[in-house]
């Protein structure tokens, strides 16, 4: 099955944890992006990669970290750092500057 | 960063009903797509528009870039009540770094009690 898939899709953290989302696609696009939606809010940029082993910051990056070690995954870190963690995360996948392709979402929270 | 301004925030639809929707910019984008998205789940690719002026068309929903190359809008025809969900604009500015998309704040479209 083609795609891209999210997991978890529930995730809590215990103050002063760090989680690791995880993010794999098998659609073979180069770029790979890391949104956070906040409830009744659009999606606000994270971090982004467009090839293996390099990556920017979008946005609001503080308090994440993500890594790029092979093309089909792109796994994003929430850090004690980030002090207001609950949300929406997304990750999403292009080839070039073409459609945008999300994945179903990690739902994390902060308990 | 870059907003885009998507409005309205919510509408109410009856069954049948045409709506609209439309998204502005300041800067101009040589890129428009629109999601919707149901709740907990990721958005899903409803049109995607490449070139000023294109009207493209998906079933009873129909897009429009913005011969400005700064707005857009999506009409859904005959509205039924599975289009229920938070609609989205997506644009690509001229020359983004890393094809970076922005996206608009979304319209919540419910259904009229």
């Known amino acids: 099955d083609g795609g891209i898939t999210q997991s978890p899709k529930y995730l809590f953290r215990k103050e002063g944890q760090n989680v690791t989302l995880s993010c794999e696609q098998n659609?073979?696009?180069?770029?790979m992006y890391w949104y956070r939606q906040d409830p009744g809010q659009g999606l606000r940029l994270i971090y982004y990669?467009?090839?293996?082993?390099?990556?920017q910051k979008g946005d609001i990056a503080e308090g994440y970290s993500v890594s790029r070690e092979k093309k089909e995954s792109f796994p994003l870190t929430v850090t004690s750092a980030q002090k207001n963690p609950t949300a929406f995360y997304l990750c999403?996948?292009?080839?070039?500057?073409?459609?945008?392709?999300f994945g179903q979402g990690t739902r994390l929270t902060v308990v | 960063g870059q907003q885009l301004n998507q409005s309205p925030q919510s509408m109410f639809i009856q069954e049948g009903e045409d709506v609209s929707m439309n998204c502005t910019s300041s800067?101009?984008?040589?890129?428009w797509l629109w999601y919707k998205q149901d709740p907990g789940e990721g958005p899903v690719l409803l049109i995607a528009?490449?070139?000023?002026?294109e009207l493209t068309s998906n079933g009873r929903l129909t897009a429009q870039f913005g011969i400005t190359r700064k707005d857009s809008f999506l009409n859904i025809s005959a509205s039924i009540p599975s289009d229920v969900g938070i609609y989205f604009c997506?644009?690509?500015?001229?020359?983004?770094?890393?094809?970076?998309?922005?996206f608009g704040g979304g319209t919540r479209v419910l259904v009229k009690p």
């Open positions: 999403a996948t292009r080839l070039g500057a073409t459609e945008a392709f």
């Open positions: 659609l073979n696009h180069d770029a």
């Open positions: 990669s467009q090839i293996v082993n390099d990556f």
């Open positions: 800067s101009i984008f040589n890129t």
């Open positions: 528009l490449y070139k000023a002026g």
């Open positions: 997506a644009g690509q500015l001229s020359g983004a770094a890393g094809n970076k998309l922005t």
